[in-house]
């Protein structure tokens, strides 16, 4: 293992980083803010040393919501090119960071090749990569299976984790009374191995081995939500909030030993039970960064999952989640391609840009006072230009009014030039000035 300190180090010893300092100007904040929302364990910068075009980020309550895409093969499709495609794809359309959740073909290529081609963090389940290894036989696990490669996903560059290390062998008994058990394919996992040896979740006994090899690259640990829910039947049960506090815990011995950390959170969750579950998280976990999927606030919308759940997180952001991770309209039904990547961040970059517009975010709302003057103004380019999919606004406009000289026309093709609000409202104003 190498020897290094970690951002959480140096902000308990009051020492700025280059990383702090990126963020705190992409951020428009200043550095000893960032530093001490670090130290508090309020905010994290995943940034693993061996990432070496790496733009760092903050994740936490004083940044802006960040999202995250997922990517990843499967056993069914496993093209490196591919996933490079969704890696691009996801950068162009502005997700803060990506999952690679990886589970077929060369896991190790298909690794190297989304770190060499993103200037985000990368995340992982190291489990997926564990039980490829083992050829799908999850009771073969050993300790030292799990920790060599973590450390070999570290050496790669792979800047924070998800371990399912909160869901213990006692919490079996609350499951039973749910609709539908274990949704979290790690979870799941951990489950047939616990209840086969009848051990404790290897992830948990061996946490201080995690965390030694997590100390040693600058890796962050995102704690797994294995009893997440999976239906709104099942949500805010005893299950879950059993397990986050276990994963509580767990943050705080992760912040002894200068590992930063962040909370992952539910699932599916009516719309009137966010709040509740964001301040329950804030209490078991003293003010971890919460990471949510979603959450989804109907189990209905399959096809239009990244609506559904965008909804759910747009409200999570705005009542105190640090960072969403993105649902793209294949959720529940098939492996997404780049146009679902592409769908999905942009239904998520909304609901995070609406989120810190509501939390009165340093500068929020400036593009949507441009975009507004742009539009009052018929400057099409520059309304192009600043909507957050600028492909799609321009796609859309030009179905009806392709030429160029339209990009100059004081009207667009639902009012057409008679009819247009912005243009009668002009008239009246100039007509009528100083009357």
């Not at 001490?36 to 760092?56: M, T």
């Not at 999850?138 to 399912?164: C, P, R, W």
């Not at 799609?392 to 990009?407: C, G, I, T, W």
């Amino acid at each position: 293992m190498s020897n290094v300190n970690t951002q959480l180090f140096y902000a308990k010893h009051d020492i700025i980083t280059k990383e702090m300092e990126f963020v705190a100007n992409s951020e428009e904040l200043d550095v000893n803010l960032i530093k001490n929302e670090i130290k508090k364990g309020r905010l994290i910068i995943p940034a693993n040393i061996n990432h070496k075009n790496l733009n760092p980020i903050g994740i936490g309550i004083a940044t802006k919501t960040k999202i995250n895409a997922n990517i990843g093969s499967s056993s069914i499709e496993n093209c490196i090119e591919n996933e490079v495609i969704k890696t691009q794809t996801s950068i162009k359309y502005g997700a803060d960071t990506i999952m690679d959740l990886s589970t077929g073909g060369n896991l190790d290529e298909i690794r190297k090749a989304v770190i060499a081609n993103s200037c985000v963090p990368i995340g992982t389940v190291p489990m997926y990569q564990i039980l490829h290894d083992l050829k799908d036989d999850i009771l073969n696990l050993s300790v030292d299976k799990m920790l060599s490669t973590l450390e070999k996903q570290a050496k790669q560059g792979v800047s924070y984790f998800t371990i399912h290390c909160g869901f213990l062998l006692s919490h079996m008994p609350l499951i039973a009374k749910r609709k539908m058990g274990i949704v979290s394919r790690g979870g799941s996992l951990m489950a047939s191995w616990m209840m086969h040896h009848h051990k404790e979740n290897p992830f948990y006994s061996a946490f201080d081995e995690i965390l030694d090899i997590c100390r040693s690259y600058d890796v962050s640990l995102s704690l797994g939500d294995s009893l997440r829910p999976g239906c709104l039947a099942d949500a805010s049960d005893d299950a879950q909030f059993n397990e986050l506090k276990v994963l509580g815990e767990l943050a705080k011995r992760a912040y002894d030993k200068d590992v930063q950390v962040m909370i992952e959170g539910p699932g599916h969750i009516p719309l009137n039970q966010i709040e509740r579950n964001v301040e329950i998280q804030k209490e078991l976990c003293n003010e971890a960064p919460f990471y949510v999927l979603g959450p989804l606030v109907t189990d209905i919308g399959a096809g239009y999952d990244h609506i559904s759940s965008a909804i759910g997180a747009c409200v999570a952001a705005w009542k105190g989640v640090a960072m969403l991770c993105y649902v793209t309209p294949k959720e529940h039904l098939g492996l997404p391609n780049a146009n679902d990547v592409r769908e999905g961040i942009i239904a998520y970059k909304i609901a995070a840009h609406a989120a810190d517009i509501a939390r009165g975010r340093i500068n929020a709302r400036v593009r949507d006072d441009a975009m507004s003057d742009a539009r009052y103004a018929f400057r099409w380019e520059e309304q192009f230009s600043l909507a957050l999919d600028s492909d799609r606004a321009r796609e859309y406009h030009d179905e009806s009014l392709p030429q160029d000289v339209f990009k100059g026309a004081e009207f667009c093709s639902m009012c057409g030039p008679k009819f247009c609000s912005y243009k009668i409202s002009q008239n009246i104003f100039k007509e009528y000035k100083g009357a």
